[in-house]
């Protein structure tokens, strides 16, 4: 799929596809009108940021309980290389958080995966990542996290040590954590409806 702006919208219908009903198919059509009516809006990928340097940054979200049927959240994330979005995902996530912060940590899981993926494609392609890629996260708990030392907080201790595995990338110096204002962050798009100017403001930060 190339068109990203549609994502968190097919997302939400795929759950139904084995039974649609008729709530379901007007949905459909109304994406289909959505995307008849903005056949200009095209991926452009290229560019570049900080003089002649090609680099990855990167925007993390999650939506809290989005799911009312089990209580399960959804993650999502944005990947740009330079100035193009590269890479994109909107994911129900499996198990059911306690937090809102633990929620955000599993969506720096989901995209961390995609990070380090794709530093060994562009490793291959000689386009070596010399700085950490940036990861934009709206959640200041969870930076907290990321950033210390072994230690967790009590109310995060219930995780999975083996979910930790993203601080030992940032220890190392591939992935830093940035704190960004829920507003600019552009995967807002994918977690959940957005008013009309949110909405416009995002498909231009996809540079689409």
């Known amino acids: 799929m190339t068109r990203p702006d549609i994502a968190h ?26 995307l008849k009516g903005t056949q200009e809006l095209t991926l452009t990928l290229g560019g570049k940021l900080d003089g002649d340097t090609i680099k990855l940054h990167t925007f993390s979200n999650a ?12 993650s999502s994330y944005a990947i740009m290389l330079s100035t193009g979005t590269f890479s994109w995902s909107t994911k129900k996530q499996t198990a059911t958080a306690l937090l809102s912060s633990e ?3 599993y969506a720096t899981i989901h995209v961390g995966h995609e990070i380090l993926w794709l530093h060994h494609l562009l490793t291959e392609l000689s386009i070596i990542q010399t700085n950490p890629t940036t990861l934009h996260i ?13 230690e967790m907080s009590t109310q995060m201790c219930h995780i999975h040590l083996l979910y930790f595995w993203i601080k030992d990338e940032i220890m190392h110096k591939q992935i830093t954590s940035q704190h960004i204002i829920s507003a600019e962050n552009t995967a ?11 909405y416009r403001h995002f498909i231009h930060s996809l540079r689409l």
């Not at 939506?63 to 959804?74: R, T």
């Not at 709206?138 to 072994?150: D, E, G």
């Open 9 to 34: 919208a097919v997302q939400q219908l795929t759950q139904f596809a084995a039974d649609p009903g008729h709530i379901h198919w007007t949905a459909i059509k109304h994406i289909l009108h959505y």
């Open 103 to 105: 929620v955000e940590y």
């Open 63 to 74: 939506d809290f309980v989005n799911s009312l049927d089990n209580g399960h959240s959804i």
């Open 138 to 150: 709206n959640n200041m708990a969870v930076i907290c996290i990321l950033t210390t030392p072994v």
């Open 188 to 198: 807002d798009i994918f977690t959940k409806g957005l008013s009309t100017n949110t």
